[in-house]
């Protein structure tokens, strides 16, 4: 009943930049409305997912140390996406990302886009 659904992903050159975004949609319209957070995590091949920046309902923000000072999150007005722009990217940045987001107390994912950074 809650999809997610990411975009955006692609291969860069180090240095380069990307904005991904995330759409939220569900069969039952008013769940929208409790989203209580949304956010971004990656995951590279034989790693954990980790957790990359996430923004509250009232836009409260926070950011993983890795990528600080060179990712942004963002969220529309209506509180049903959430967008990452990424500048100055890196190698090790390159992983699958996924889309979350918290509603009533479940959390749900999107199936990920790859992006890929090149040295």
């Known amino acids: 009943q809650v999809q997610l659904v990411e975009s955006g992903g692609g291969l860069v050159q180090a240095g380069g930049s990307l904005r991904l975004s995330c759409e939220a949609s569900?069969?039952?319209?008013?769940?929208?409305?409790?989203?209580?957070?949304m956010g971004w995590y990656r995951q590279n091949p034989g790693k954990q997912r980790e957790l990359v920046a996430t923004?509250?309902?009232?836009?409260?923000?926070n950011i993983a140390d890795s990528v600080k000072g060179r990712f942004t999150i963002s969220r529309d007005n209506a509180k049903t996406s959430v967008n990452l722009q990424m500048n100055s990217l890196k190698p090790e940045d390159t992983a699958v990302y996924y889309c979350?987001?918290?509603?009533?107390?479940?959390?749900?994912w999107g199936k990920g886009t790859l992006v890929t950074v090149s040295s």
């Open positions: 979350a987001a918290e509603i009533r107390g479940m959390n749900y």
């Open positions: 569900g069969s039952i319209g008013s769940i929208l409305s409790s989203i209580n957070a």
């Open positions: 923004i509250t309902r009232g836009g409260r923000t």
